[in-house]
Structure formats: C-alpha cells, structure tokens
C-alpha cells in the first residue's frame, strides 16, 4: 500500500520545482520585494519591463524622481540601472535537486565601480554568500611571480588598497569576473603597481557554488 505521508512529499517537492521553473526573470523582477531595490516600487519595475519589451528607450522616473531602465532581460538574466550612478545585475542558476537561486550583483558606478554580491532563494530568501562563492580578496589580484621583488609586490599591494573590486555577471555562460576599479588610484601609483596586477579571477558555477576558473 502506498505510503500517503511520502506520497504528499514527493507531490509537494514536484510542485515546487516545476513552479520555480516557471518563475522567469521577468516575473522574478516584477514580484520581488521592494528592499532589494529600495529607489524602485512594484510599479516602478513593472514599467520598466513594459518599456524595455516595447523597445522604448525612455526611462521610469523613480519614487526618489530619479531615472531608472532596464537595458537587458532574458528568462534568466536581467541588466538594471536603478540610478544614473548604480546597476544591478540578475541571473538565475540551476542548483542540483535543489531548485533554482538568484544572484544579484549591486555596483556603485561612482566615484569608482564597487559591487556587493548577494544570493537569494526563488521566494527572495537572502542566503549565505559564503555557502555559494568564496569572494577573492585584494591580494588575490597580485602576481607573485618568482621574479618578483618582494617590497615591489608589497608595493603593490599597499597602492591598491585605494582599489575597490567590482563583479560582472556574463550573460550566456553565468560566469562571475572580478575585476579591480582603480579610478580613486592616482595615475603615478598605479602605473607602479601594474606589472604586479594578475588577471582578473572568474569563477564558474558547478551546480553547486561557484568555482575559480
């Protein structure tokens, strides 16, 4: 005789997956809670998407009557520029058996570029970064090659702590690129600490956390 408790179980686990399925980005955008964008209502967005999907180019005037647009959006992937100064980056991931999450890249494009990164649940349940990539660290941004001096690497290191780290999302792949935004870095230091920058890390997802390539 079938089990009726564990058939309910299984029923549920289905139901949910096929609907998180069924939540596009657009959808996603549309019903999420004002305080992950604060300057955007629900209206706000959902003009947004209208506009974009009718190819205007205008903007939404925002509640602060600043102006807003989406210049992207695909069923997974969203390019949103709340302010003149910021953009937010979305993109859905698929996690093994475990459904679908969110992450969401928020960069402050002034006076140099800083993103926060943060991952959320299909419901915009914040979870732990920590639980989906090992963010890189300054330092992970120099090159300590055997040929390197070591007081021209601390050098180096001690000019980009003026430097702030900003993440681009790419749209078909989902990789994240970190990169370093050195405008608050004045010309002359920065010209000593280049041949110490090393190439920008990019992690991949693995069905699970993200990865450095």
């Not at 069924?22 to 809670?33: C, I, S, T, V, Y």
């Not at 926060?116 to 979870?127: G, I, N, V």
Request: charged share 25%.
């Amino acid at each position: 005789m079938r089990n009726p408790v564990k058939y309910l179980i299984i029923m549920a686990a289905m139901f949910c997956t096929v609907a998180a399925k069924a939540q596009n980005m657009e959808k996603l955008f549309g019903e999420m809670p004002d305080s992950i964008v604060p300057v955007m209502s629900k209206t706000n967005r959902l003009d947004c998407i209208d506009f974009f999907k009718s190819k205007m180019t205008s903007n939404v005037q925002n509640i602060y009557n600043g102006k807003s647009r989406i210049s992207d959006l695909t069923e997974n992937f969203l390019v949103l520029q709340p302010t003149t100064s910021s953009q937010v980056e979305m993109r859905t991931y698929d996690v093994e058996g475990e459904g679908r999450i969110i992450a969401v890249a928020y960069t402050y494009m002034a006076p140099a570029k800083e993103t926060t990164l943060a991952f959320y649940d299909m419901s915009w349940k914040k979870l732990k970064t920590a639980d989906y990539i090992s963010l890189p660290k300054k330092n992970d941004f120099i090159s300590e090659s055997s040929t390197s001096r070591n007081g021209d690497i601390e050098k180096a290191k001690e000019i980009l702590t003026d430097a702030f780290v900003f993440a681009e999302i790419d749209k078909d792949s989902g990789n994240i690129s970190f990169t370093l935004s050195t405008e608050a870095v004045t010309d002359d230091k920065l010209k000593k600490a280049l041949p110490y920058i090393a190439r920008p890390p990019r992690y991949a997802w693995n069905g699970k956390k993200f990865v450095l390539l």
